[in-house]
T-cell receptor, first 112, second 113 residues
Framework: NAGVTQTPKFRVLKTGQSMTLLCAQDMNHEYMYWYRQDPGMGLRLIHYSVGEGTTAKGEVPDGYNVSRLKKQNFLLGLESAAPSQTSVYFC???????????FGPGTRLLVL | AQSVTQLDSQVPVFEEAPVELRCNYSSSVSVYLFWYVQYPNQGLQLLLKYLSGSTLVKGINGFEAEFNKSQTSFHLRKPSVHISDTAEYFCAVRPQRSYIPTFGRGTSLIVHP
């Protein structure tokens, strides 16, 4: 099992560009999450999904969109990147809402 | 809304010494409580969680935590640390009726030989 994988690992964008981050899990988990981590802060939830075809807003959803067309994939989109979106993005998945969340290795994004 | 305070940003300790990482929270509703560890350039890994029942929770790598409802605390302890325990530790709370957790700012545990 690969667990949770994230693509890409690193990316540099210019302000106004768009991109999509891909998260994939092979554990047949229902729940998937996107977080961002900024220096000196804990993780903050951007969006989450409780099953295929569903998405919901987390604590900091503005400027991001998500899609969960397939159970194993959870995509995070930035339509018009801003320097404030420079961060490390983590994806996670869990079997149920109270089961252990398994995290991916992260995507480091720099927006110039 | 809930909040989490990790009282120490950095905790230096010698190898084989005991350690306690402190976490206090505030919430107007019942919560679940979590401790995560993050090694450099990696994602978070769950150490332990409190959902209900016994207030003393045992986790992986010899860590344990005690939920104290009256003091709204969930401190993490290990009786004897190893060099490999050097990492960032995060406390998190999540209302039982919500999917959205709140994380603390993290405590950097530095184990010296």
């Amino acid at each position: 099992n690969a667990g949770v994988t994230q693509t890409p690992k690193f990316r540099v964008l210019k302000t106004g560009q768009s991109m999509t981050l891909l998260c994939a899990q092979d554990m047949n988990h229902e729940y998937m999450y996107w977080y961002r981590q900024d220096p000196g802060m804990g993780l903050r939830l951007i969006h989450y999904s409780v099953g295929e075809g569903t998405t919901a807003k987390g604590e900091v959803p503005d400027g991001y969109n998500v899609s969960r067309l397939k159970k194993q994939n959870f995509l995070l989109g930035l339509e018009s990147a801003a320097p404030s979106q420079t961060s490390v993005y983590f994806c996670a998945s869990s079997l149920t809402s109270i089961e252990t969340q398994y995290f991916g290795p992260g995507t480091r994004l720099l927006v110039l | 809304a809930q909040s989490v305070t990790q009282l120490d940003s950095q905790v230096p300790v010698f190898e084989e010494a005991p350690v306690e990482l402190r976490c206090n929270y505030s919430s107007s509703v019942s919560v679940y409580l979590f401790w995560y560890v993050q090694y450099p350039n990696q994602g978070l890994q769950l150490l332990l969680k409190y959902l209900s029942g016994s207030t003393l929770v045992k986790g992986i790598n010899g860590f344990e935590a005690e939920f104290n409802k009256s003091q709204t605390s969930f401190h993490l302890r290990k009786p004897s640390v190893h060099i490999s325990d050097t990492a960032e530790y995060f406390c998190a709370v999540r209302p039982q009726r919500s999917y959205i957790p709140t994380f603390g700012r993290g405590t950097s545990l530095i184990v010296h030989p």
